[in-house]
């Protein structure tokens, strides 16, 4: 079965220190993976995804993400985390089942930052 | 900043009745989606739209939904027959390709609740 596992409900991680969200999964065919977030009491908004190419994508407010096929991990890293990092984060696969596409999201992680 | 908008923010519903939520993508996107998140729960992928078509949609968009961009600028998901459990929070998307990369902008949602 095709799935999206976020292993981590919540992350801590004190200001300034690097952090990273885990998203592993498991689908057939060449996945196209993507990172949201959701802050506090708002809606979801997009951070970046991964089609082909350079595993190591770019995305917005300074975060990335390191696609490993041989691992199934599109984990989420930021070099230096900030107070206003602390939200919902989703990581979600998009794959082809059965002649169409089908998004699968991860349960969340909720980061943490501390001051 | 052009933004998704999304009307209304709130709306109760009696179980039967027909919903219509509609929202505004920006002007010049060409791809457009519709997600929901059940209270406390995960992100789930509704429908994605191109060409005035359905490119993919997910097995939770069954024949009581619908989507349309009846005059270019609207693109509205309609519920006909809602149901308890469709109580969600409803996220429109619209998106833009530039080199290669898409990325996805989020409205601040349609609370539904269904009673």
């Known amino acids: 079965a095709q799935s999206v596992a976020q292993p981590e409900d919540q992350v801590n991680v004190a200001e300034g220190n690097p952090l990273t969200v885990k998203c592993t999964y498991s689908?057939?065919?060449?996945?196209?993976l993507f990172w949201y977030v959701q802050y506090p009491n708002r809606g979801l908004q997009f951070l970046l995804k991964?089609?082909?190419?350079?595993?190591l994508v770019k995305g917005s407010y300074g975060f990335e993400a390191e696609f490993n096929k041989s691992q199934t991990s599109f984990h989420l890293k930021k070099p230096s985390a900030l107070v206003s990092d602390s939200a919902l984060y989703f990581c979600?696969?998009?794959?082809?089942?059965?002649?169409?596409?089908?998004?699968?999201f991860g349960t969340g992680t909720r980061l943490k930052v501390l001051a | 900043e052009p933004e998704v908008t999304q009307t209304p923010s709130h709306q109760v519903t009696q179980m039967g009745q027909e919903v219509i939520l509609r929202c505004v993508p920006i002007?010049?996107?060409?791809?457009f989606y519709w997600y929901r998140q059940i209270l406390g729960q995960k992100v789930e992928f509704l429908v994605s739209?191109?060409?005035?078509?359905?490119?993919?949609k997910s097995e939770i968009f069954d024949d009581q939904f619908s989507v349309e961009r009846p005059d270019g600028s609207n693109f509205t998901l309609k519920i006909r027959s809602t149901k308890l459990e469709d109580s969600a929070m409803y996220f429109c998307?619209?998106?833009?390709?530039?080199?290669?990369?898409?990325?996805?902008?989020f409205g601040p949602g349609t609370r539904l609740l269904v009673l």
């Open positions: 991964y089609i082909t190419g350079d595993n």
């Open positions: 739209f191109y060409n005035n078509e359905i490119s993919e």
């Open positions: 979600a696969v998009r794959s082809p089942t059965s002649g169409t596409y089908k998004y699968i």
């Open positions: 998307a619209s998106s833009d390709w530039q080199g290669g990369r898409e990325t996805q902008y």
């Open positions: 002007s010049n996107h060409l791809y």
């Open positions: 689908v057939s065919g060449n996945p196209y």
